[in-house]
């Protein structure tokens, strides 16, 4: 008996949370209103920082270090070496490009360009040395990679001892140093700004939800004397909550395809061009859920803490 | 039923509304309380309703002291209770036949006794064409009988009417009188707060005049004595 009484108040406080949502058309509107643009924040700012990081990623897999190997040297002192390099903690990966492999991806690179091989093929003979490309695990780890490679006096450039012509490092320094930066810099100030924005629409949202409420002040005193307990005044206005949310979710997924189509095509001059878009949709059950969610969690919390004022008294 | 026991009520600012009330309601009495504005009867409404508490004394609803009621118990007394405002007091979201459904709801009632009391009770207060209007589609009038359809859905033990009529022509004044002395007829405990002389000499039954807080006059079969 109490089981299915449970379920009935249930049902009724569901019903009459979409009924208020319904009857009070513009209230309802202007909420959902507002909880777009502060879902639309939210799910902004997710997304250019995720992509920012997507990005990054990328460019920090660009850094190396390049180590020429002499023409001299043989493939078992070239391979003893990448070896030693290996064993470096902050190392994550050495790939080792023999001679001919260099000049084979050198050939399918340029193939096009016909001017090109052919002056390779007039040298005649295989002018570009093996390389060992060697990737740290962080972009910070590469100077102390580098200082390593220079105190070894087997692997500085110049030494007899050595079979190395040359390392790219000093020469990408300043390049590698500066994006290490950005790099941080970007990671640390995409944290702020995105809890900043969840916080601001937490705000917006919970004062929005507050006003609809406080028009609502009186019927909550008549819900109460006519003896709704405080569950069955609050749990219509916690589920209208939810509704606004719901909606204001699925309303800002639908704009979000639209405005990433039309942010890749304008900024399509760019190199690359930002494509959220591609982004959006690969991430799409992802973004869903937690626009969903956030959606349903800003609603039903602003309702509960709005209604709650009203309750306090006997 | 309803004992006030030496009740004082005064507020922050220094208003005294009530000053040493000792009254004394049986079940099933019709009990007029008249008296001019700020005499005290609204306090003496809210108090018995446990919105606000005496400052000293006791008011008790069947032996039991209202002020001691727990905050999760009090929608319990509200449901024996049925209440009746000057300004009626409906949900302006919900027909006169969710407003009176409403109250069926909170108290827990099933689908199918809503279904069949709410159309009976509103039959009674003559609104049977107009059940699924919105208050503002309604007259005062109407809008108090469905207020009174709201209060008595649940069968209460007890009605209590704050100035139903003020708002209200004569005529609509007369019936609703008269559903509130059917309602008494019928076993149920009323109180009645009014200023309306016509309204109390018609009625004949028990008069309490109040004044500045206190009782003046208590008559059985009484007179509107002001």
Known sequence: ?314 | MIYFDNVSKSYQDGTVALNGVTLSIKQGEFVSIVGHSGAGKTTLVKLLLGEDNPTTGSVSFDSVNIKKIKAKDMPELRRRIGVIFQDFRLLPNKTAYENVAFAMEVAGKADEEIASDVPHVLELVDLTKKMWNFPRQLSGGELQRVAIARAIVNQPDLIIADEPTGNLDPINTYEIVQILKKINDMGTTVILTTHNKGVVEALGKRVITMDHGRIIRDDSTGKYAL
Do not use: C
């Not at chain 1, 982004?279 to 992802?286: C, D, H, K, L, T």
């Open chain 1, 1 to 314: 008996m109490y089981n299915i009484m449970f379920w009935t108040t249930i049902k009724r406080i569901i019903k009459a949370g979409f009924i208020s949502f319904w009857r009070n058309g513009s209230v309802s509107l202007s909420a959902v209103f507002v909880m777009i643009v502060a879902l639309f924040m939210i799910a902004s700012t997710l997304l250019i920082t995720a992509f920012l990081g997507t990005a990054l990623k990328d460019l920090q897999d660009k850094i190396d270090i390049n180590i020429y190997v002499d023409e001299k040297a043989t493939e078992p002192a070239i391979l003893s070496l990448k070896e030693k390099i290996e064993i470096l903690p902050e190392v994550k990966s050495v790939s080792y490009i023999s001679r001919e492999q260099a000049l084979e991806n050198f050939r399918i690179r340029h193939e096009n360009d016909h001017r090109i091989i052919q002056a390779l093929d007039e040298i005649g003979d295989n002018p570009l040395p093996a390389t060992l490309t060697i990737k740290a695990k962080e972009p910070s780890q590469y100077e102390g990679i580098s200082n390593f490679l220079s105190n070894k006096s087997e692997l500085s450039a110049g030494s007899t001892l050595s079979i190395v012509s040359k390392v790219n490092y000093n020469d990408n320094k300043v390049a590698i140093d500066r994006l290490s930066k950005i790099i941080i810099g970007v990671k640390k100030l995409g944290g702020i700004i995105t809890a900043m924005m969840i916080g601001i629409s937490i705000l917006i949202t919970f004062n929005t939800i507050r006003l609809a409420i406080f028009i609502a002040r009186d019927e909550i005193g008549v819900m109460r004397l006519v003896g709704g307990s405080n569950e069955y005044v609050r749990g219509p206005f916690v589920v209208e909550g939810i509704l606004y949310g719901l909606v204001a979710a699925f309303l800002t997924l639908i704009l979000f395809y639209p405005v990433t189509y039309w942010l890749k095509n304008t900024t399509q001059v760019f190199y690359g061009g930002v494509d959220l878009l591609h982004y959006f949709v690969a991430n799409f059950v992802q973004i869903f859920v937690i626009i969903i969610l956030s959606g349903i969690a800003l609603g039903a919390v602003s309702s509960y803490l709005a209604v709650r004022k009203y309750l306090t008294s006997k």
